[in-house]
């Protein structure tokens, strides 16, 4: 089975600043990653996906990601962040399979805050 | 095209009593999805179908069930609600790539 690790469960941050929000995870064969971002009272929102190809993916709203195999990671960052980034993030997880019929393992989530 | 949609937006139940939490959606997607969300704990999958008329068990099924008898709606029905169960629910569909969640319901036992 996949598990997925987020490694800070609350980043705050300076508006302007870099930030990067770090998920690891674990599997015995390949696999597809997915970032969401949920925003206060808000369901789930896409926000970049890892299916094959390069390992840097960008994705909406600045952010972008890069998939590390050997590491098993795929990082989340945003050079620049805005008080509208404040939001929950989550990585997840899916087996790259027919047999996985699109679930999702997610991480625990993390609370990223901008402080102006 | 409205997504995913789901109905009611909150709801307070009383120890014993049942409901059911509609979902919605008009992607024509197979796949779909029924995830609780409690603080700190990410999303754990409740049960999921892969098309109308086949559904199974996710990773926490215990006091719900589903059914699926069209490629639209999934409804997950509460029996016996205990407080455990107070949580966000989360419907979502899925076109096997990536998927689609709807806004979500807010739901106390007390």
């Known amino acids: 089975a996949q598990s997925v690790t987020q490694l800070d469960s609350q980043v705050p941050v300076f508006e302007e600043a870099p930030v990067e929000l770090r998920c690891n995870y674990s599997s015995s064969v390949s696999v597809y990653l997915f970032w969401y971002v949920q925003y206060p009272n808000q369901g789930l929102q896409l926000l970049l996906k890892?299916?094959?190809?390069?390992?840097l993916v960008k994705g909406i709203n600045g952010f972008e990601a890069e998939f590390n195999k050997s590491q098993t990671s795929f990082h989340l960052r945003k050079p620049s962040v805005h008080i509208s980034d404040t939001a929950e993030y989550f990585c997840?997880?899916?087996?790259?399979?027919?047999?996985?019929?699109?679930?999702?393992?997610f991480g625990q989530g993390t609370i990223l805050t901008v402080h102006p | 095209n409205a997504g995913v949609t789901q109905t009611p937006k909150f709801r307070i139940l009383k120890i014993g009593q049942s409901m059911t939490l509609q979902c919605t959606q008009d992607?024509?997607?197979?796949?779909m999805y029924w995830y609780r969300q409690d603080p700190g704990m990410g999303l754990k999958l409740i049960y999921y179908?892969?098309?109308?008329?086949?559904?199974d068990k996710g990773e926490v099924p215990n006091g719900y069930n589903v059914s699926r008898s069209t490629t639209e709606d999934f409804p997950l029905r509460l029996e016996l609600a205990a407080p455990s169960q107070t949580s966000v629910y989360f419907c979502?569909?899925?076109?096997?790539?990536?998927?689609?969640f709807g806004p979500g319901t807010r739901l106390t036992v007390t």
């Open positions: 179908s892969v098309g109308a008329g086949i559904t």
């Open positions: 890892y299916l094959s190809g390069s390992t």
């Open positions: 992607m024509n997607h197979n796949y």
């Open positions: 979502a569909s899925s076109d096997n790539y990536e998927q689609y």
């Open positions: 997840a997880v899916r087996i790259d399979g027919g047999t996985s019929y699109g679930k999702l393992t």
